[in-house]
Each structure stands twice: as C-alpha cells, then as structure tokens.
C-alpha cells in the first residue's frame, strides 16, 4: 500500500516522458529540489518516499545534466516502467483544465497547504473589473497563491496575463508586459487604452511590485492605479506587506495553521521536535521548507531572519557562500552560465534558497535580503567590486548595465571621479540595452556619490534621451550656480524646451552656445541639428527649401580647426548627409560621386558606403535585395530597424499590397532610451496607422507622443494636421 506521499511523488513523475530517462540533459522538475517544489514539500520529505519507492523497483536514480542549473551533474529522478502501470490505475487526480490563453513567464505551478479558504475568497472577488492585492511578508507564498489562482482562472475561460516586476521595470516595460508586444506605450493614456482592448475576460497578474526601483516607482504605480481604477480592467497584485499603492480589495496572507505546516515536514517526524519546529518558525512556509533536522530554532522576535542567518547562511560552506553572495548582489536574475563561479548552484537549488524563472536564477527574496544585512559595507563594497571586474570581460550587451551597477554599489568618495568617467563613457550604449536600467543605476549613484555634482548633468542627459522632459528639468535645476554657466547644461536646457515644444526658445539657445562654442563642439552642434533637419519629418519627399536649407547649413560648418580623427567623422557625416539629399532629389550621378569620394579614404566595403549602395540601388533601381541582404548582416537593432522602414517606404511608394507583411518584419527598437530610437519607433507607429485605417487615430496618437519624445518638431506638426483630418472623418 502506498503512501499519499509516495503516491503524489510517483503520480507527478507519470506525467514525464520516458525518453528523459537516457538524456543528456533533463528540465529542473525531475531533480529533488523541482520535484519538491512542484509537491510543495521541503526537501527533506522527499528522501523517505524516494528510498520505499526505488527499493520496490518504481523509480530510479540517477546523475545527469539539470537545465539550467550549472555545469555539475545531479540527482535526478525516474520512474521506471512498472511504476507507470502502478501510475495508471490510481485514481483519477481532480485536474484544472485550462480554457483560456496564457501571455508572460508564469511560474512553475505548485501544491499550496492551508490556503483554501483564502484561495476560495479570492476566486469570489474575480469579476470583470476587480482589483486583487495578496500581501505579505517575503516566501509566505504570494506568488504561489497567484499561481494557482491563475489556474483556476484559466480554467474558467480567462486569459491570463503574468507579469513579474524587476527593479528596472520603467512604464514602457511594464505596458509591453501588459500588452504582449516588443513595443508598449510609455505615454499612460496610452498604455490604458491599449490595455482596454484586450481586457475582455483578461486577468493581468502583477507580481512584485514593491521591487520596481525608486527611478521609476511614481510613474509605474500611476500606470498601476490607472489599470485599478478602470472598471474593464481585472488586475490581481502581489507585493511585500506595506503594498506601495492603496487600491482595490485587499487579502493579507498569514502564516499557515499547524496541520497545514505539518503537510510540509517529513512523514514520521517525531512530535516533539514537530513542536519545537512550529514553535520556533510559525507557519511561515520558505522558512519551514529551510528547515533542516539538526537545525537550532531561534527564539527572538524575528525569529525568522534570525534562523535564517544563523542556521541557514552561516552553516553553509565558503564555496556555496561565494555563489550565495554573487546572487545577493545581482541586480537581476541570471543563468548559471552567466556566474563567475556556479559549483553553489546545486547545493543552495538543494537547500530551497533558489528561486527560477524559466532558466534564470536568484536567490529567494528573504534569504537576498537577510544576507545583504549581514555585509558590512567593506564587504559589500568588495562583493560589488569582484562582481563589476566579472561583469566587464563579459560580452553580452546586458554584461554592461550588470558591471554599472556593480561599479556603482561599490563606490566611495575615493573612487567617485573613476566611477563618474566610467558611466559617462558607458552611458549611450546601456541607453541602447536598457535605458530603464541605465536610469536606475543613475539615479543610485547620485545617491552613493552626493558630492560627484557632475552625475547630475548625466541623469538629465538621460532623462531627456528617454523624453522625460520634466524630470531632466528637475535634475539641472539641482545643478549647482558653477554647472548651470557651463555649455553642457546650457546645450541640455534648450533640449528640455525642445521636448516641452518650444522650439523657437531652444535653438534660441543653442545659437547662444554656438558663438561661444569651440571649434569641436561647434561642428558637433552644428551637424546634430543638420541630421535633425534632414530626419525631422513624416515618411515621404523631402522638400526643396528643406533641402536647400541643410546644404547651406553644410557649408557653414568649419572644419578647419578639428582635430585629424574628428575631422574624417565629420567629412563622413557630411557625405552621409549630401548623399541622402542625392537621393531625395532624384539625382543618381551626384550619389554615385559622394559614394566615390568617400571610398577614396576608406575601403570601398566599409559598412557605410555599403549602406548608401544599397539605399541608392532600392531608390534609383527599386531593387530591395541589397537592403534586405544588409538587414540580414546588421547586428545594430537601430540600423535593422532603419532599413526596414525603407523598404516600408519604398512599397508604399509602389503602391505594393504586401506592405502590411512588410512593416511586420520589421524589428521594433528593442529600447525606447534615445532619441534615434524613439524618431524610428514613431515613425513604425505612424506606418500602422497609415496602412491600418481601423487603428489609425490610436496609432498617430502614439506616433506624435514619441515624435514629441524624439523633439521632432516639423514631424510632429505634420502628423498633428494629418491626425485632425482624421478624427473628423469618424
């Protein structure tokens, strides 16, 4: 006769196909820790059933490779094929069957113990319209309550929506969550309106709200209380005990009862070392799947930190302490492969003080946050410090916002200058990675570094690059007298009155600046705004007086005092500039000499005239090959992006009927944190409005939000008229 622990155990390993067994590599699931976590047991409670069931010959055991748990071999679990025919005559197990479609990285779904009743009282308040919050500490099992009432959703019809909130989720992230796209809204409006149309019969889980960072805190919870107090709109929350914003029906978890907390230990346990367990952890759920036979059982007020540092962190080894202390100071979740050293991975899976998402990995939130009290600031600093040299021989694009912020928390009054430079160097490209993040990280330094006034100039600069106009203008006004007389300040004020629409009064400014410019930053200033005025429109010809207008802007750049190196990326701006006026102008020959001037101080397969090439081939010979094969061999997302909208033009100009599927290859800006970025973002969202005419009041809507965010001001007033005409046609 089998036990019910032994019977849930052989039941879940039924549902794995038996060509796992000879492997190389098997999903987490099937190693103790995954199975203990999808049974809702702690590890220990699994060793007495596991024995009884591989004695009578049910499963098997056996070394091999976990995905996406480090490079060292592991236990894992089979069930052997007597034990599938003992399987199939249990009991039919009650199963949720799931009707609706699922969007986002849910979590693994788990058994949960002493939660029916609070489960039941949730599932009452799921209506069109409701607004959940779960709260309460960390590892009581809000997630894990949100998991399975997205289960029971589904299987009532809705569709689920699972958000997990991270330290550097900004609006545009968390409205691309919402919406399911590569490219959500970050205007708020927006964002609800798109919302909106999808609500229908839509459940969106936010989870771990209180994690999004203070940068971006008051725009994401307006977001948050904007979806709340929609009456289409049926959101559930989960965030740590205070909830950060006050709205909807709220449902504190507790610990659970003894009974339940039982479930959760090891058949047999004796019941006096049962009582001595409930009497020093409660029911706090994590801190009983932590528990250990062996372990001592703090008495004080907050026992649960308290156990955890003393029986948990402390009795571990240095090598499993050093992969502990690398997760502690990640700013997000990594894979195993990413750690400079993954040998703790499986030991600390083991002990229950990992927690996954997918492939990813971090360590479970109270045992983060336990830990990090335990480091005296030169120990965190050396963490952070170890951490950033790590991050900087990486070469995935993410490396570089993980090494700024490892920089950044290990910073002193010392190192202030070093750490200032290094951002300001570092700065364009995370606004390329991860704009939200590059904000975030910011932000922290100003807060470490108070006296590195200089970091105030570079958190307007990337305020004004993600086209927050009203936080760049907070952050100079912060500036001291000596900063705001300098050029750069005065060159990121008249931008702040680009974004806020007055045009005139910022090149007003910047004409100022350009009398006393040196020669450098003259031409530098000079040739930004002949690229504006060149890109600053809607999709189409450009006209003659615009174009005449950049030619003699050309001729009034002076050269002559640039240095060797910032005058050939002159001249190659330059050319690049004549050469696109040769193109609007319909002038082949006068294209093809720019293209041969140029290739006599560089090869003639440089990237660049490779580009001209191909743009002059799909204008003068309507032959996109050339583009398409450039897209193909194009590792700048901005680039593809740019191209793509060429060939997007060029159909239209044809009159072609595969537009449509043409715009859908095109890859969005992956991140809305420069100025480029966010003129070729509205000029995708002006193209689906353009050839979708059921969407194209909300899509020019979006497009003038960012063509305002991108200070396009020709762009923006064109599209204006055009939007007009088109609301008046409803």
Not at 159 to 186: E, M
Not at 370 to 387: C, F, G, K, N, Y
């Amino acid at each position: 006769m089998l036990s019910e622990a032994q019977t849930r155990l052989l039941r879940l390993l039924s549902t794995f196909p038996d060509t796992l067994e000879d492997a190389w590599d098997v999903p987490r699931e099937l190693s103790l820790p995954g199975l203990a976590d999808r049974l809702g047991v702690v590890r220990s409670a699994l060793n007495p059933p596991i024995s009884s069931l591989e004695k009578d010959e049910l499963v098997h055991t056996r070394k091999a490779h976990v995905i996406g748990g480090g490079h060292r071999k592991r236990t894992v679990i089979h069930i052997t094929e007597k034990g599938r025919n003992i399987a199939a005559g249990f009991e039919p197990e009650d199963k949720i069957e799931t009707g609706g479609e699922i969007q986002g990285e849910m979590p693994a779904l788990t058994h949960i113990h002493g939660r029916e009743e609070l489960l039941l009282e949730v599932m009452n308040e799921l209506e069109n319209g409701a607004t959940i919050q779960v709260v309460g500490l960390p590892g009581i099992g809000k997630t894990s309550l949100l998991r399975v009432l997205a289960e029971n959703a589904l299987s009532e019809g809705w569709n689920v929506n699972w958000i997990t909130v991270q330290s550097f989720h900004d609006v545009g992230k968390l409205s691309s969550d919402l919406l399911a796209l590569g490219d959500g809204p970050k205007d708020i409006e927006a964002a609800l309106s798109g919302v909106l149309d999808i609500a229908e019969k839509t459940l969106f889980v936010i989870d771990e709200l209180q994690a999004v960072h203070e940068r971006h805190k008051a725009e994401v919870m307006a977001l948050v209380e904007a979806l709340a107090e929609s009456n289409d709109i049926t959101i559930a929350i989960g965030c740590r005990a205070p909830s950060p914003i006050e709205t909807g029906t709220v449902f504190k978890i507790d610990e659970i009862s003894e009974d339940d907390a039982r479930k959760l230990l090891p058949e047999g346990l004796e019941d006096s070392i049962f009582q001595q367990v409930i009497s020093g952890l409660g029911g706090h759920p994590l801190a009983l799947k932590l528990w250990q036979p062996g372990h001592s059982l703090p008495q004080a007020d907050d026992r649960i930190q308290e156990f955890i540092r003393t029986d948990v962190v402390e009795k571990l080894p240095i090598e499993e302490i050093t992969t502990l202390d690398e997760l502690a100071a990640s700013p997000l979740p990594v894979l195993a492969d990413q750690m400079s050293n993954d040998e703790g991975v499986e030991p600390l899976d083991e002990a229950a003080l990992l927690r996954w998402s997918g492939e990813e990995l971090e360590l479970q939130h109270l045992v983060r946050n336990v830990r990090r009290t335990m480091w005296s600031d030169d120990e965190a600093r050396e963490i952070h410090s170890l951490a950033a040299t790590y991050w900087a021989q990486r070469i995935e694009p993410e490396a570089r916002i993980h090494e700024a912020h490892h920089r950044v928390q290990a910073a002193n009054s010392e190192s202030s200058d070093e750490v200032s430079n290094s951002l300001e160097d570092g700065i364009q490209d995370m606004l390329t990675i991860d704009s939200a993040a590059a904000a975030a990280i910011i932000s922290d330094a100003i807060r470490i570094l108070p006296d590195a006034h200089r970091l105030r100039l570079l958190s307007a600069k990337v305020a004004i690059e993600r086209g927050e106009g009203e936080l760049a203008e907070k952050e100079l006004s912060q500036c001291d007298k000596d900063l705001q007389k300098e050029m750069q300040w005065r060159l990121l004020s008249a931008r702040t009155k680009r974004l806020r629409g007055e045009f005139d009064e910022a090149n007003k400014e910047e004409n100022l600046v350009l009398e006393e410019a040196d020669p450098t930053l003259a031409s530098k200033i000079r040739l930004n705004r002949l690229i504006l005025g060149l890109e600053d429109r809607l999709p189409g010809k450009t006209e003659e007086k615009t174009r005449d207008a950049v030619e003699k802007g050309i001729s009034e750049v002076d050269l002559s005092a640039l240095t060797a190196n910032n005058r050939k990326a002159a001249l190659v701006t330059i050319a690049a500039i004549r050469h696109s006026l040769a193109l609007e102008a319909g002038n082949p020959e006068v294209a093809a000499k720019i293209r041969t001037d140029l290739a006599t101080t560089a090869s003639p397969n440089d990237p660049v005239i490779e580009e001209m090439s191909a743009r002059a081939a799909l204008v003068f010979g309507s032959d996109p090959t050339r583009v398409r094969s450039l897209i193909s061999r194009t590792s700048n997302p901005l680039r593809r992006c740019a191209l793509g909208l060429l060939l997007v033009n060029h159909a239209h100009q044809q009159n072609n009927s595969d537009i449509a599927e043409i715009l859908a290859t095109v890859e969005h800006p992956p991140d809305m944190g420069t100025t480029t970025a966010r003129r070729l973002s509205a000029q995708h969202w002006y193209w689906r409005g353009l050839i979708d005419s059921r969407q194209r009041v909300k899509c020019w809507q979006e497009a003038l939000h960012r063509f305002g965010m991108a200070e396009c001001a020709n762009a923006y007033i064109q599209l204006q008229h055009k939007l007009h005409d088109a609301i008046r046609l409803i």
